[in-house]
């Protein structure tokens, strides 16, 4: 077991120095000086994924069992890349412009997002690599127990495969899911693979220069010994050799892996034309020797020796240890780089189209979605991991390693090859539908399954060898490899039947479905990939008319720019109107000008609304629903701020019309009391000069005279008794006189007062003085000067023709209402206001108070009745002029302020 | 001939002052308390020179002097403003209306006496 020790160590000291390559190779990435990790001759040797164990082991095999059949495996992807290179560019074209992550996404993609598709070409794509992976390892294990036990037997050690399982999910886990962008270049993975690339490469021809050199003893020998093994022929007929040029070719555009070396971690698209010649060389490197170290093995070993090791047993036998380490490791490479991108490639497809949605569509609370989407994602992406090269090492196990290396392999490029007519349609034609990619696809599918698929196990529970040969309930027809009786290879049987129902299916449905919005944009986004010009076929069908999308421009940019943006528009298509065709780059372009108004989600919303594609994504609403949010509450508080400001301003402009008022009343004030003492001034002055002035004054004249100036003085004195009052009482510093009385006395007093006193009026007094009887304890002389002032106003201002005034007398509880009504027209509205104001009449016009008063009156009922503890007010409604005298019964506690 | 004046004044004392000096004077004097018969007062007596208050019951003095001014008949005829209100504003509202003199409340007896003689006129 020494070897076998010895074998582990090498192992595992192959296996650090790939780990510190992708991790020195990350670290370099990481610090922006990777720039040699995306030459194009890396990306040549990544390609190279394509060679796997079957190439290196299996390829020798194959050729010696079925002669130059293994050739096609080379000349399939090396036509791919010389004569169709243009189709490479147009994936990864695409791939860069849709930020594609797999195979799967790409025709979901084009074919409007479906989840449903996507779905299916990732379970296709994990089935149809499980029995690869489980080849590689089944290589790994029968080359270790071949190097180690030196015998050939199959089955090896099913402890070596798991060890190597495990090992290369530890690798992939740690390098594959530092990044969670899948769009995120693994370079680390990747300059792995292109070290195992040159390793395998100079491993194989290593050994093949020692079989033509070393054991069959030079170039001619070799050749001749070739023709003697009867390999240098196609086995079957020109079908078989076709189909499988056509697989091989089919396998290098569908595979998983080499869609993820070839288009997504693409770092620039004119690697493609190094690729394009240097891949077929490596290819022509790895192929060259195969002929003649099968032709040695099936001479020189001996019989039974199994031909898909030869590589490896050729130089063992020939003791040449050293050569025969570097043709393991060279087998060893093969099949683990294989094994990591296949399972990178198929766990970004299973956690973004399968665990994601998933999660998405039971997730109940949208809230926390970014935060918690990594995680899962994440968590996601490295359980795939785990699980596909889980299920390699089952279906490794259940097989038992017994089918031959080379047919595990082309029953996996069979079921990948069913993408293809989906994938090539998606590219090229436009009218290809997603209900006509999912026809063609499950169709296939299921076909590929029941033909080869299922029949490749051999007798199992799956599919009994009686079934395989008798049909499913012996119906004869049905047989599984012989199809309405077209028997014949197996394989090409296969292929014919799910590759033509699967096609033949895309477009009939195609034909006969039609696309929908999101559908026909993905079309021309993707067949029109180069020259973005408009399809008229993508647009002309309805959707989106022009006059819709400016229609809604106008309500989110306001209609000026928005009508500016479409003349524009319409002017860059070359169209003489205002209404530019709504060609994907239009709608493009006008969407990314809603979003700088909307947000980025809600405008890829609406505007896929108005063009017919109304399938919007989970994230999508989240996004949206989160913008809307935002802008709901940030639309409410400005609401909020601006019924704040409407009511602020509406409260300024009240204070500002109260000062203006106030200060006109302040100038009428002063206005007023000049003209109130300039005329008792100007009586007494006039007067006083004719006393002095006249000598011959009569005596009752000049009696009277004094007394008109003695009157006028009186009258002045009042006047400033008035505003010194006044004064008092807005000051509150008024003393009162607190005394005990009758309501009904202070107003029998002021009435006689006030209507005793001269003035033209007469004025009826209407009162029921039963119910006047009120005690009181208050100032009754100034509570009686308030009354005289109401009862006077009313003679003075009462338009009625028989004046009249109603005084009423209302008690509460601890409160008494005195109620002046008189029959007039009343104070108008607006004045209503300012009537307690001071000299309130002076500012109404230029006529005079025929009755004479300053207008101090009510002003100094207010102050007197807010010093008693009362209040006086208008009364609207009631008919004429009335004022209501509240007050308080007992008026001590309050005057005692 | 004697100076009829048309005195227009609401203030009973100021009204018996005014119309003591200028009977004794010689003149002829016509008093009205109110705005709104003024017009017709001036048709009636004709006078030579109108005393005019401007704070008035019914219209203002001010409003009857637009308003005698705007009568070609009366456009002419000298208007002595006697008034307690002072203020330059309307000492500037009456000059606007063509009021030959403007006087303020306490005026001189001397001095209203000689304005009513020069605006009657030789």
Request: charged share 20%.
């Amino acid at each position: 077991m020494a070897v076998a020790d010895l074998l582990v160590a090498v192992c595992i000291l192959y296996a650090a120095l790939l780990f510190a390559v992708a991790w020195f190779a990350e670290r370099r990435a990481r610090r922006g000086r990777g720039g040699w990790l995306r030459s194009p001759v890396v990306y040549t040797l990544t390609l190279s994924v394509y060679c796997t164990a079957w190439t290196f082991y299996g390829a020798v095999g194959f050729a010696a069992r079925s002669g130059l059949d293994y050739l096609t495996i080379y000349l399939g992807p090396t036509l791919v890349f010389l004569a169709w290179w243009w189709l490479l560019r147009k994936l990864v074209r695409i791939g860069r412009s849709q930020r594609l992550t797999s195979i799967a996404d790409l025709v979901s993609s084009r074919f409007g997002k479906s989840d449903l598709l996507a779905v299916l070409v990732t379970v296709l794509a994990v089935i149809g690599t499980t029995p690869y992976i489980a080849l590689q390892l089944q290589s790994i294990t029968l080359s270790f127990a071949a190097f180690a036990h030196t015998g050939p037997e199959a089955g090896g050690r099913p402890g070596t495969a798991i060890w190597v399982a495990a090992g290369l999910a530890v690798f992939t886990i740690l390098f594959g899911t530092r990044s969670l962008d899948a769009n995120h270049r693994h370079h680390g993975v990747m300059i792995a693979i292109a070290l195992e690339a040159v390793v395998k490469l100079a491993a194989l021809v290593a050994v093949g220069v020692f079989v033509v050199w070393g054991l069959s003893g030079g170039l001619g020998p070799a050749l001749d010994a070739i023709d003697a093994a009867g390999i240098a022929a196609p086995s079957g007929g020109g079908g078989r050799w076709l189909a499988l040029i056509f697989l091989a070719a089919a396998a290098v555009l569908t595979l998983p892996r080499m869609f993820q070396v070839t288009v997504v971690e693409n770092a620039d698209e004119r690697h493609l034309a190094t690729a394009a010649w240097a891949f077929p060389l490596y290819l022509l490197g790895i192929s060259l020797f195969v002929l003649p170290i099968a032709a040695a093995g099936l001479a020189l070993l001996p019989q039974g020796s199994n031909p898909d090791l030869f590589v490896l047993t050729l130089p063992l036998a020939a003791d040449r240890d050293g050569l025969a380490l570097f043709a393991f490791l060279g087998g060893f490479s093969s099949a683990t780089s294989m094994i990591v991108v296949a399972a990178l490639a198929l766990s970004i497809m299973v956690s973004n189209h399968i665990v994601v949605p998933l999660w998405l569509r039971f997730r109940r609370d949208p809230a926390t979605v970014a935060g918690d989407l990594r995680t899962v994602v994440l968590r996601a992406r490295r359980s795939a991991i785990a699980g596909v090269l889980m299920l390699g090492y089952g279906y490794y196990v259940y097989t038992d390693g017994t089918a031959a290396l080379a047919s595990i392999g082309l029953i996996s490029f069979a079921g990948v090859a069913q993408i293809l007519p989906a994938l090539l349609g998606a590219v090229y034609w436009r009218g290809a539908t997603r209900a006509g990619a999912i026809a063609g696809l499950a169709a296939g599918f299921a076909l590929w399954g029941y033909t080869l698929f299922l029949p490749s196990f051999g007798d199992s529970l799956l599919m009994p060898a009686g079934v395989i040969a008798e049909g499913p309930f012996g119906i004869a027809w049905l047989r599984a490899q012989n199809l309405l009786g077209t028997g014949g290879d197996p394989l090409v049987h296969a292929l014919v039947w799910s590759l033509g129902a699967n096609a033949l299916l895309f477009a009939g449905v195609s034909l006969v479905t039609r696309q929908d919005g999101l559908e026909r944009l993905q079309a021309s986004q993707f067949v029109d990939v180069f020259d973005r010009a408009p399809g008229p076929v993508a647009w002309s069908g309805g959707g989106a008319a022009a006059w819709d999308l400016l229609v809604m421009s106008q309500r989110i940019l306001g209609p000026e720019a928005a009508q500016a943006l479409f003349r524009r528009a319409a002017r860059g298509q070359g169209l003489s109107g205002d209404l530019p065709d709504p060609t994907p780059d239009f709608v493009e372009m006008l969407e990314r000008e809603l979003a700088g108004s909307v947000g980025a989600a809600a405008a890829h919303a609406m505007i896929r609304q108005l063009t017919g594609a109304a399938a919007v994504s989970v994230e999508e609403l989240i996004a949206v629903a989160g913008e809307t949010r935002e802008i709901m509450a940030y639309s409410s508080r400005l609401e909020e701020k601006s019924r704040e400001l409407a009511r602020t301003a509406e409260e300024l402009r009240a204070a500002n019309e109260k000062l203006t008022q106030i200060s006109r009343q302040k100038d009428a004030f002063l206005s007023q009391i000049s003209h109130e003492l300039r005329t008792p001034m100007a009586s007494i002055r006039a007067f006083s000069e004719i006393l002095r002035d006249t000598d011959d004054l009569a005596a009752a004249e000049l009696t009277r005279f004094a007394a008109l100036i003695h009157d006028e003085t009186l009258r002045l004195t009042r006047l400033l008794d008035d505003l010194l009052d006044l004064s008092v009482l807005e000051n509150g510093r008024v003393s009162l006189n607190i005394e005990a009385g009758n309501l009904g006395d202070v107003i029998e007093s002021a009435v006689g007062t006030a209507v005793l006193a001269p003035g033209r009026q007469t004025l009826a007094i209407r009162r029921d003085t039963m119910r006047e009887t009120v005690p009181i304890e208050t100032d009754c002389g100034r509570l009686r000067q308030v009354f005289i002032n109401l009862i006077t106003n009313a003679r003075k201002y009462c338009d009625a023709e028989r004046p009249e005034l109603r005084i009423r007398v209302t008690a509460h509880r601890g409160m008494v209402d005195i109620d002046f009504i008189d029959n007039g027209s009343g104070v108008p509205a607006a004045q209503r206001a300012l009537i307690f104001e001071k000299f309130a009449r002076a500012i109404e016009a230029e006529t005079a108070d025929a009755a004479g008063g300053a207008g101090l009156g009510l002003a100094i009922c207010r102050e007197v009745m807010r010093s008693l503890g009362g209040s006086i007010g208008y009364l609207p409604g009631v008919g004429g002029a009335a004022f209501r005298v509240r007050l308080p019964r007992r008026s001590a506690a309050i005057a005692a302020q | 001939m004697a100076t009829t004046v048309l005195l227009i004044e609401d203030e009973p004392n100021i009204k018996e002052a005014v119309s003591f000096i200028l009977e004794r004077d010689g003149c002829t004097v016509h008093s009205l308390a109110d705005g709104a018969t003024a017009l017709a007062a001036v048709a009636r007596h004709t006078p030579d020179v109108v005393i005019l208050d401007i704070m008035l019951p019914g219209q203002s003095g001010l409003e009857v002097l637009r308003r005698l001014r705007a009568d070609p008949a009366t456009a002419g005829l000298p208007v002595l403003m006697l008034t307690a209100k002072g203020q330059a504003r309307d000492r500037a509202e009456a000059e606007a209306l063509g009021v030959d003199r403007f006087m303020t409340k306490p005026f001189s007896n001397r001095e209203v006496l000689a304005a009513v003689r020069e605006l009657a006129g030789p």
